[in-house]
């Protein structure tokens, strides 16, 4: 059984990237294109590399096709830029075209009511008992 070090190889990226990534929504395939372009850049010390479709197939599994039709929808929504042969993620995932995910409202006071008693519980149960007319 392999046991993964980072004396092995790692791929360092901002915590702040990574959660935008994670929260915005992306089909399967953009979501691997994006985390191969990262393993590609970041996990060898670059900012951009040139990837051809032949090695995001290889690594992938994605059919060239597809990898083709992914990388322009990745680029149409700003997540992926490329410069010449180049291609990188876009830092600035403001500018991502993208839908969010709906953070929930964290509670930040509590109500002065806060110490309550709770209603009576209602017995969930069936029985002839609890049943009323």
């Given at each position: 059984m392999d046991t993964p070090q980072l004396e092995n190889g790692y791929m360092p990226i901002a915590n702040e990237l990574f959660e935008a990534f994670y929260r915005c929504k992306l089909v399967e395939y953009e979501r691997v294109i994006v985390m191969h372009i990262w393993r590609q850049t970041y996990g060898w010390g670059k900012k951009s590399d040139w990837i051809s479709n032949t090695q995001f197939w290889y690594t992938t599994g994605i059919p060239k096709p597809?990898?083709?039709r992914t990388l322009k929808s990745l680029k149409d929504k700003k997540i992926v830029t490329s410069s010449g042969n180049k291609i990188s993620v876009n830092k600035n995932y403001k500018e991502w075209k993208v839908e969010?995910?709906?953070?929930?409202h964290q509670v930040t006071t509590v109500t002065s009511s806060g110490n309550k008693k709770l209603p009576h519980q209602v017995p969930t149960k069936y029985n002839k008992d609890n049943i009323q007319n």
């Open positions: 597809h990898v083709t969010w995910r709906v953070l929930p």
